[in-house]
């Protein structure tokens, strides 16, 4: 069973996270009307799925 404290730390993240992109989506919309802004965005995602892969291959090696 998870632990209370995991299902209320899920819940307020869920809550904080659908909260913001609510609020930021209409102060990004102009930015984000460039080609530009997106491939920007595309570029951070990429790093953070390359920098998360290779954390967990650092640290659980390819073998397990």
Same mark, same amino acid.
Request: charged share 0%; net charge neutral.
């Given at each position: 069973h998870a %632990?209370? *404290?995991? #299902?209320? &730390?899920s #819940?307020? %993240? *869920?809550i904080c996270w659908f909260a913001g992109i609510g609020f930021f989506a209409g102060k990004l919309a102009p930015w984000f009307k460039k080609p530009g802004s997106w491939r920007a965005l595309d570029i951070i995602i990429g790093l953070v799925m390359v920098f998360t892969s290779s954390?967990?291959?650092?640290?659980? &090696?390819?073998n397990h």
């Open positions: %632990a209370p *404290s995991f #299902i209320l &730390g #819940i307020t %993240a *869920s954390m967990l291959v650092w640290n659980y &090696g390819l």
